[in-house]
């Protein structure tokens, strides 16, 4: 998340700035009591608020915020039933590490943990390990540290050595929590770049970056750039023909934030998870195609072999003996609930309509836009729900920073952005089909689209001159 740095200007003690009055109407019986200034924004009040004013204040300037569910950006969960809202709403004072104090929500989280483990095909669901967490980061994270102390083991006669720095190889295109991994770790990252129409990792790219010093390969199930999948197997298959030669074993991670919640229901003859001997581990995001709002996110390792005890920490706490493995120790228990929830509600066919319903509205409005001839798609919604396009070659007028700046005066929220190395001549607009984009939705954004780019088509050029600063989309 970014930092804030604060109080902005004008600062709240400058008696020249004295900001205007609240509604009278916000207070109490008396629409006048105590109500001649405004509470100050960047320090504690001197003196408390009425519930309701107070209420009002925050509400009222979280409407400037954008319409979650017309942010066609992000890939968390914008839309649950009211039943698990409900639910959430019961369990939101738990403390999820307080697990003798809740067990029935510890008893859930370990359910859901082997649900998991049988939707991903471990061989020996009783021998897998997992948990939650708050997010696919954390859960990255977890399982980075996992690959690290698995490589250290292996090699304790050669590191710590200053000579020696482990190295973990990945696709440019991974989550900025790899990146953070790896330098929050001391990790190298060692990253296969983009090359032509192949916008993901290639697997014997990978492979020749692989060395004694490999940690582990990552695989992404699911990019965030264009929606497609990286092909595990295939990677698997070049890191075994890689160790007939070297003998070098090395371990994939499969990150699968959002691909790891669709393939096993809508594509159940791909291997990309535990059927694959090479993959140790696997991540997920809940709060993704999951279903369930942030922030919940699941990492699970074949067996325990996979995951070193030492890593474990078993924690006398509360009077209980505590099992833990997280990066944060207090959170809410609401979404570890609303998961299981959600697991209950739906059952495998119920996910396996609600995510083809989800690949159905992006492929359809995929071939929309394709449709438009002022657009050159870069995937087609057929593996995430998830589609990419770019303006065409004889679009001269404007970009695709035009097009999203002038989307989101409609109150759409369509990103733009410019692609890593080595293809940053190459600038997007992605759209991310979630349960709660209805078709109907995807009707108005086309007739949206159909209506802004007459006048597009007429500008002299594009208007955007600072394509960073474009668009506040970043992966």
């Known amino acids: ?112 943990v082997a649900m998991l483990a049988g939707l991903w095909h471990a061989p020996d669901p009783e021998a897998v390990v997992g948990c939650s967490t708050t997010g696919s980061s954390e859960a990255c994270m977890l399982a980075g540290m996992a690959l690290k102390r698995r490589w250290a083991a292996r090699n304790g006669d050669r590191y710590p050595a200053k000579d020696v720095r482990p190295n973990l190889v990945m696709g440019v295109n991974v989550q900025v929590c790899w990146e953070k991994f790896c330098t929050f770790w001391e990790v190298e990252a060692r990253q296969v770049p983009m090359e032509g129409d192949r916008f993901h990792l290639d697997p014997q790219a990978a492979a020749e970056l692989c060395d004694e010093n490999t940690i582990g390969v990552v695989g992404i199930l699911g990019s965030t750039f264009d929606g497609s999948y990286e092909p595990v197997a295939d990677l698997c298959a070049a890191l075994d023909a890689l160790q ?139 593996e995430l729900p998830v589609f990419a396009f770019t303006t065409a070659d004889d679009v001269t007028a404007y970009d695709v920073f035009d097009v999203s700046r002038r989307l989101r005066e409609e109150g759409w929220l369509v990103p733009a952005y410019t692609f890593p190395p080595h293809r940053e001549d190459l600038s997007v607009l992605r759209v991310v089909c979630r349960n709660g984009f209805s078709a109907d939705m995807a009707d108005l954004l086309v007739e949206d689209l159909e209506r802004l780019l007459p006048e597009l088509r007429r500008q002299p050029h594009p208007l955007t001159r600072d394509k960073g600063a474009a668009t506040g989309f970043h992966h």
Request: contains cysteine.
């Open 1 to 112: 998340m970014p930092l804030h740095h604060g109080p902005h200007p004008p600062q709240d003690d400058d008696r020249d700035r004295r900001r205007l009055a609240v509604n009278p109407f916000h207070a109490a019986a008396d629409p006048l009591g105590g109500m001649t200034e405004a509470p100050p924004t960047h320090r504690i009040p001197d003196t408390p608020l009425p519930p309701e004013t107070a209420y009002r204040l925050v509400h009222d300037e979280l409407m400037l915020d954008g319409n979650a569910r017309l942010n066609l950006a992000t890939f968390v969960t914008t839309w649950m039933e009211p039943q698990a809202g409900v639910l959430m709403s019961e369990c939101r004072d738990k403390n999820m590490i307080d697990k003798d104090e809740y067990p029935r929500t510890a008893e859930l989280e370990r359910r859901c």
């Open 244 to 382: 007939e030669r070297t003998g070098l074993d090395i371990p994939v991670h499969v990150d699968g934030a959002s691909g790891a919640m669709v393939a096993p229901f809508l594509d159940e003859d791909l291997f990309w998870d535990f059927r694959l001997p090479r993959v140790a581990s696997i991540n997920t995001s809940g709060h993704k195609y999951g279903l369930v709002y942030p922030g919940v996110g699941w990492a699970l390792w074949r067996d325990a072999q996979a995951l070193p005890e030492e890593l474990v920490f078993r924690v006398n706490y509360l009077g209980g003996d505590m099992p833990t493995f997280a990066l944060n120790f207090s959170r809410p228990g609401a979404q570890v609930v609303a998961q299981y929830y959600t697991f209950l509600r739906l059952g495998r066919e119920g996910y396996r309509a609600v995510q083809q319903n989800a690949r159905d509205i992006a492929g359809s409005l995929a071939r929309r836009v394709a449709a438009l001839d002022d657009f050159r798609l870069l995937t087609h919604g057929e």
